[in-house]
Nanobody, 121 residues
Framework: QVHLVESGGGLVQPGGSLRLSCVASGGIFGNYATGWFRQAPGKGREFVAV????????YHADSVKGRFTISRDNDKNTLYLQMNNLKPEDTAVYYC??????????????WGQGTQVTVSS
């Protein structure tokens, strides 16, 4: 059983930056593919970015390419999402996830509780 805890969300102005973190416990973090997903009010949860167990492969949604970067530090059991040039449409609850397969769907075994990101002036 892997326990995931996100942090780093908050209120930021358009054009600003945030870095989200997700700390894992209860399992061997390096065994899992991990990713970030988000859910805006009234919408379904959507793929943002995923990364392979060793960091060698990443995928980013078209809507965030060039602005967001996913990374991980297996020694620290931590997943990151660097978000730059934030836009109001990035406002959502951001969730980290872990699973045995690297996919861009919601088919992950473990999920965090989410952290709110609000982009507004």
């Amino acid at each position: 059983q892997v326990h995931l805890v996100e942090s780093g969300g908050g209120l930021v102005q358009p054009g600003g930056s945030l870095r989200l973190s997700c700390v894992a416990s209860g399992g061997i973090f390096g065994n899992y593919a991990t990713g970030w997903f988000r859910q805006a009010p009234g919408k379904g949860r959507e793929f943002v970015a995923v990364i392979a167990w060793n960091g060698g492969t990443t995928y980013h949604a078209d809507s965030v390419k060039g602005r967001f970067t996913i990374s991980r530090d297996n020694d620290k059991n931590t997943l990151y999402l660097q978000m730059n040039n934030l836009k109001p449409e990035d406002t959502a609850v951001y969730y980290c996830a872990a699973g045995l397969r690297l996919v861009t769907t919601l088919a992950y075994d473990y999920w965090g509780q989410g952290t709110q990101v609000t982009v507004s002036s």
